[in-house]
């Protein structure tokens, strides 16, 4: 079954790499941190879908409970919030590694890093318990959600009760999840660009190789979340039912597959230690079977 095989694909690579940076003190970096969570939060968001989607195929079911619904709710959204605050912190980091190398040191610790980490993912977990707790008030007077998995919007769409509380903080939610990551992305890239505009011919170099899949990541995971918010609102009967269904898992199947597959070969460090663990447990194979 292809989502079945997404699943493990996705346990094993992004496992791996938690793996690999956590056991080689030479990756307990600011960077290699950073990206240890990002993987953290792809088996995190992983986890709030596929399970759940796996048995409703296997068993034929179509129904769930709206517990459940809530509970899946807020993983996807802090899932998907975490992803963008992660790759916003991260091009923050990029920009101090870049533009300010020999501050780096200082400006950017692993303490930091952590610090960092735990504000992303408690703000995130908290922003949305107070959106999880203003859903639950509500009186539902339907029960048909037309999507693979639980929208905040469609069960509030349902509700028979006043959502004007509901809508109101949705719309200050939405602003900020949109700007609280947007505003250091957008400086730290326009600090990039100024430096690969005027730089010399290694900085380019530095610059393009250690962005490149942060880029990519970011407009990646973007282009997902923006058809799955443009999906959930307006009518789109127009649009193929296939095409619909894959592009509404397109930011919790290929993110989570992206991720640890770029940035595994980008990352030169990460890519010599797992060429170097290839090698040790395929020599370790041959003696064992001579």
């Not at 950073?34 to 296997?58: A, D, H, K, M, R």
């Not at 091009?91 to 610090?115: E, G, H």
Request: positive net charge.
């Amino acid at each position: 079954m292809i989502i079945a095989l997404f699943y493990i694909i996705i346990i094993i690579t992004n496992t791996s790499l938690i793996v690999v940076i956590c056991l080689n003190r030479s990756l307990h970096e600011p960077m290699y941190i950073f990206l240890c969570s990002l993987f953290v939060n792809e088996l995190y968001g992983s986890t709030g879908l596929f399970p759940f989607l796996l048995i409703q195929i296997l068993s034929d079911i179509h129904t769930v409970s709206t517990s459940f619904c809530y509970v899946q709710i807020f993983c996807l959204y802090t899932y998907a919030h975490v992803e963008f605050c992660n790759l916003a912190v991260m091009s923050y980091d990029r920009y101090l590694a870049i533009c300010c190398p020999l501050q780096y040191n200082t400006r950017m610790t692993s303490n930091k890093a952590f610090i960092f980490i735990a504000l992303i993912w408690l703000y995130s977990f908290v922003k949305f318990l107070i959106t999880l707790s203003l859903n639950i008030r509500l009186t539902l007077c339907g029960n048909v959600i037309n999507s693979l998995y639980c929208h905040n919007y469609l069960v509030v769409k349902l509700a028979c009760s006043d959502t004007k509380v509901n809508n109101i903080y949705g719309l200050f939610g939405t602003v900020l999840t949109v700007l609280v990551p947007l505003l250091p992305i957008l400086f730290s890239y326009t600090k990039l660009l100024k430096v690969c505009f005027s730089g010399s011919k290694q900085t380019r170099q530095k610059a393009v190789s250690t962005c490149t899949p942060h880029l990519a990541s970011l407009l990646n995971f973007s282009f997902g979340c923006c058809f799955e918010i443009v999906q959930s609102r307006f009518d789109m009967t127009s649009v193929p039912s296939v095409l619909r269904i894959i592009l509404s898992l397109y930011f919790l199947i290929i993110q989570p597959l992206l991720n640890p597959i770029m940035y595994g070969l980008q990352m030169s460090k990460i890519r010599n230690i797992c060429k170097r663990l290839l090698c040790y447990n395929m020599l370790t194979f041959d003696r064992d079977t001579m």
